[in-house]
């Protein structure tokens, strides 16, 4: 021990302890292991690589896992004990409300009521006459500020379209037309066999519009025939594959232009093609699979819309249709200051679309002509809105380079191999 002072308060010194520091000697002394524990002692072994020592996690897991089952089924058995038994427990806690129960007592996938699933969208529980005028989607009907509801309309206002009865549909509710199906064969197969020729082939001829049945053409190879049935191929029949078309449309004011059933597609029928044609192209089924809309026009507008299955046509329509110039006639009814109209001209801004100049004139007192590269729907109503004036119809007469001229309100043509957009 060595003695050190150490002061503790001003003035003052105290006497305090401490131990030696040991020698070099007395380090080096260590005392030795006897024969039988160092014969016993293991040396350090370092543990395998991925391998910890002691305990594991998934050892911890499972023992914590284990003693939480045990309190809960201890935590049971008391319950049970103090109410009777398990069947005491069950009556007890059925007979209370959905709502009235502990989360832990409901059972699982059971809501609570009135709570939806995960992902389920709240109804709206509004008439069609409660609906605010802000619901009502721009271009549904010009000159109104709010939508009727009538009793074919849906809780947004759209109106209720129809659903094709496709033969495929009534066969599947009739048993009686099953139970016939039976003895019958596909089209395709019973051709190949008269001809003879190959299953392919048969289908191109078929879907070329070669092939009647009971003196009818027929289009489709999965069609059921029965052996009774006449068969034949009509004279000057060859194989060709089909080539892709592009149909323009003149849709009338208050139908939709989508690819839905009710849409200005519904429009294109052999009665409604246009007069004097000079494409010479077949009306056939085939030409609707894969037939697009490519320039949407909004509902209470007229005009021209295009359905293409060619792709350079889809491209540059709609990945390059904001180069493509379009002119609209608007039948509006106000008044519009020079100023106004040069404002109308220089653009504006909507739904993110930055402003860009387009051509706007006056064709007559209430007539006004927009040219303009691809506007968004509702755009030119609301362009009239910021002007100060009411849109009454809206037409849009050319796409590019082709016009609507020669086409009366729901008819359609082809488009002709040397007209382009």
Not at 3 to 26: E, Q, V, Y
Not at 140 to 168: F, I, L, M
Not at 216 to 230: D, I, M, T
Not at 258 to 282: F, H, K, V, Y
Request: contains cysteine; positive net charge.
């Amino acid at each position: 021990m060595s003695n050190t002072m150490r002061p503790t308060k001003p003035g003052t010194l105290t006497l305090t302890s401490r131990p030696a520091k040991r020698s070099a000697a007395n380090r080096s002394a260590r005392p030795a292991r006897s024969d039988e524990s160092a014969a016993t002692s293991k040396p350090f072994q370092r543990a395998p690589a991925g391998q910890s020592r002691g305990v594991s996690n998934a050892g911890k897991t499972e023992a914590f896992e284990r003693r939480a089952i045990e309190s809960k089924g201890a935590a049971r058995r008391a319950t049970e004990a103090k109410s009777g038994g398990p069947k005491a427990t069950e009556r007890q806690s059925s007979g209370r409300a959905a709502s009235d129960r502990k989360p832990s007592d409901r059972k699982p996938g059971e809501r609570k009521p009135g709570e939806r699933k995960p992902g389920e969208r709240k109804p709206d529980d509004r008439k069609p006459d409660d609906r605010k005028p802000e619901d009502r989607k721009r271009g549904d009907r010009y000159g109104a500020k709010s939508q009727a509801g009538g009793p074919k309309a849906s809780a947004k206002g759209a109106v209720a379209r129809p659903v094709r009865n496709t033969p495929e549909r009534r066969d599947r509710s009739n048993p009686s037309a099953q139970a016939a199906a039976s003895n019958t064969d596909r089209l395709a197969k019973r051709l190949a066999a008269e001809l003879p020729c190959s299953r392919g082939d048969a289908e191109r001829y078929i879907e070329g519009g070669w092939v009647t049945v009971d003196g009818k053409v027929q289009e489709e190879p999965g069609l059921r025939v029965a052996p009774s049935q006449v068969v034949s191929l009509m004279p000057g029949a060859r194989l060709e594959e089909g080539r892709p078309v592009t149909v323009l449309v003149h849709k009338p004011a208050g139908m939709y232009a989508d690819d839905q059933p009710g849409s200005a597609r519904d429009l294109i029928l052999p009665e409604n093609l246009m007069p004097g044609d000079r494409s010479g192209q077949r009306y056939l089924k085939r030409m609707f699979n894969g037939l697009k809309l490519v320039t949407p026009l909004e509902r209470a507008a007229s005009g021209l819309v295009v359905y293409s299955q060619e792709y350079a046509v889809a491209r540059k329509l709609v990945e390059e249709g904001r180069h493509v110039e379009q002119e609209y006639i608007a039948h509006v009814e106000g008044k519009l200051s020079e100023a106004d109209l040069a404002r109308m001209q220089r653009g504006m801004a909507y739904e993110g679309r930055a402003a860009t100049p387009m051509k706007v004139s006056w064709q007559n007192e209430n007539h006004l002509r927009f040219a303009l590269k691809s506007p968004p729907p509702g755009f030119i109503e609301a362009l009239c809105d910021a002007a100060g004036l009411r849109l009454l119809a809206l037409r849009r007469l050319r796409i590019g380079r082709l016009p609507m001229a020669g086409l009366a309100a729901g008819q359609w043509r082809y488009r002709l191999d040397y007209e382009r957009f």
